[in-house]
């Protein structure tokens, strides 16, 4: 290798480094952040769903719907602080007057903080994986509405933590039949039965709901019996 061109790479991966050692203290200051913000606010349910479904859309009002409901039984909501799904659910937890949380992050396109999040329960990351950690450490369930690679993200993120058991056993709900229903097939089909890649009570995990009276009840039954706690 040409000396020069070895010099060049020893010295901007020393640069690299040298950034990676500061990115630590802005990683920590969003743990602090959302950890002081989050844990007064109180039991939650997050709603996750794609930023890009309109107002209008069936899952948009379902999502307002659902968040109401939740919220008049004492729930807070906890969104991604965006559009779409997130603002619907948002939004229905103003109308009932409960705790409308927003952890936005920065992105290029689609990604900007709705108006129905409450001032003082708004945060802001920069990292994926900060804000995660805050959506599963307090949330005491979760909807799933439909959406893109973000919600298969968040979807898949919270399925392994709670197969692993890395965190409390926490209701984790599908909204839409007809949405979900391939996927689901696959999983049984492919994932399970033809390959033996997870366990069929691992699918005991997901539970499939179309309407809001449906998801309302799963919580409320759920929580006669099972404790209100951060997950882990």
Request: aromatic share 12%.
């Amino acid at each position: 290798m040409n000396s020069s061109i070895k010099n060049l790479k020893e010295r901007d991966w020393t640069e690299t480094r040298a950034h990676s050692s500061w990115q630590i203290f802005k990683i920590m200051a969003e743990f602090v952040e959302g950890f002081e913000k989050l844990a007064k606010i109180g039991p939650c349910i997050s709603i996750f769903g794609s930023a890009r479904t309109k107002p209008g859309n069936h899952y948009y009002d379902l999502a307002q719907e659902i968040a109401t409901k939740l919220a008049e039984e004492g729930f807070g909501i906890i969104t991604g602080g965006g559009p779409g799904v997130m603002e619907a659910a948002n939004k229905g937890a103003q109308a009932a007057h409960g705790k409308s949380v927003g952890a936005n992050i920065s992105l290029p396109h689609e990604q900007h903080p709705n108006v129905f999040i409450d001032p003082e329960n708004s945060l802001n990351f920069d990292y994926f994986f900060v804000r995660k950690v805050m959506f599963t450490k307090y949330s005491q369930g979760f909807v799933m509405m439909p959406g893109g690679f973000g919600t298969m993200d968040e979807f898949f993120e919270v399925a392994t933590l709670i197969q692993t058991k890395k965190m409390e056993e926490t209701p984790m709900v599908l909204v839409g039949r007809e949405y979900w229903s391939g996927l689901l097939d696959w999983i049984r089909n492919v994932m399970m039965e033809k390959e033996s890649n997870i366990n069929p009570q691992d699918l005991d995990l997901l539970q499939l709901f179309d309407t809001a009276e449906e998801v309302v009840e799963y919580f409320r039954v759920f929580y006669t019996t099972n404790k209100l706690r951060p997950n882990f």
